[in-house]
């Protein structure tokens, strides 16, 4: 009886696996649905499951996601998610010469291989980051939540950082509004009710990419697919297994990328793929279909997806910002990653890395033997799918709390969303500050409430010491090239003043 129940149980965890695989490889591949979007919604649609099943749910929709957009990047040279940019430089190509079904199947076991290093990382580091976490204090946490924010601001804005910067401490403010943790005093309330409980993280994060998303791409135009052969996806994916040089140095890279705050997959595609150039034999052959290329923009855009929930199940600091709702959803479903994860949750913790486990194995198998199935979905009219998308983003909202002031919420958050777009102020790092926002105002007032009043804790502690520096580090990074930009342009008035 027991086992026949078990096996009942494992049926359907390999059922959950495939087709949250399948649907975060769908929303991944349609041009302008990112994996944030994706696992933004479905956590709207997890809140009645148990804990377990629904991160597994939304483990598979965000390594899906992230594989997913490699196909409008090869086939309509239109990255699905940011993460496959890099993607596209080198599988359009191939596409264009009658070799899509070569690129795909490449695109496919790079994601698969890059996920494995990633999970491998996962289960070797993550339990020796909690332990160190464990000297970590609330001065200590302070100055980490401070250093994702300006760290994820000035590397997702690098022709700007102060546009990052200020996205990131608006984030902030915003998770300012309610009532604080020690008095409970309403903060930027302004007599609301409403706002004096504070704003709910699942519609700002539903609005800020899922409205946004919506408002965004409408004012694209629609890509036009290309004719091409699909045929030789087993032979090509077997043969990307023997640059193993390649794909092992990017699975390194991109899970790096992933464990720094606030860096994200894109970032983990494009060093991997920077790399791979470089080291190269054939550095000429690279934007014109490179086979070797391309195995590194993927693997690298997936190792750091296992490399993102590091800090997250270690130190509760999101690593890019598809992992910062991920985070949202194990505090939303009762689970608190942090240094003592490993003592209070260890199976939860090893449920995650056979969870990544899984979601590869689930993208592997749909990516080889859906090839031409899924195709098909990049010819749905874009306009019927963001339709669908806007419903599910204002129902999600209102379904969190049965509240309108929550759609309400989602919607000017979209609005917000889009304008920093068209700005040009990355909206990752407003995300990164609304997590982080809680972390950053409960230890610095207990910090305060400890020494009473003394800051010199904040810099005379090693590890606060290293982080403040870190900070300040980055500071001057970033407003090094802002002060040069400013001198040219004083320059440029000067000569043309008469």
Known sequence: MLAAVAEIGL??????????????????????????????????????MDPDRAILVLVCMYVGAIYGGSRSAILLNIPGTPANAATSLEGFPLARSGQAGRAMAVATTGSFLGTVVGMSALAIVAPWLAEFALDFGSFEFFWLAVFGVVLCGQLTAMDDGLKGWISGFFGLLVAMVGQESIHAYARFSWGISDLSGGLGLLPILVGAFGCAEVFSVMRGEAGQAVASNASGVLRASLQAFRHSFTWIRSGVIGTFMGVVPGVGEDMGAWVSY???????????????????????????????VPGALIPVLTLAIPGSAPAAVLLAAMIIHGIRPGPLIMYQQPEFFFSIVAMVFWASVGILVLGLLLTRPLLLILKVRREWLLGIIFTLCT???????????????MIAFGLIGFLMREAGFPVAPMVLGVVLGPILDSNLRRSLALTEGDLAPFFTRPISAVLALLVLGILLAGLLPLGRLIRKARERKRAAAP
Request: zero cysteines; hydrophobic letters at 50%; proline letters at 2%.
């Open 395 to 409: 129902v999600g909202a209102f379904a969190i709390s049965g509240r309108l002031f929550e759609v309400h919420l």
């Open 11 to 48: 049926s359907w965890q390999i059922l959950t696996v495939f087709w949250a695989s399948l649907l975060g490889i769908v929303i991944g591949m349609i041009p302008g649905l990112t994996a944030t979007l994706g696992v933004a919604l479905m956590t709207t649609l997890t809140l009645s």
């Open 274 to 304: 920077a790399t791979a150039r470089k080291l190269s034999r054939d550095p000429d052959g690279y934007g014109k279909g490179s086979v070797e290329g391309l195995l590194a923009a993927e693997t690298g855009n997936s190792a750091a």
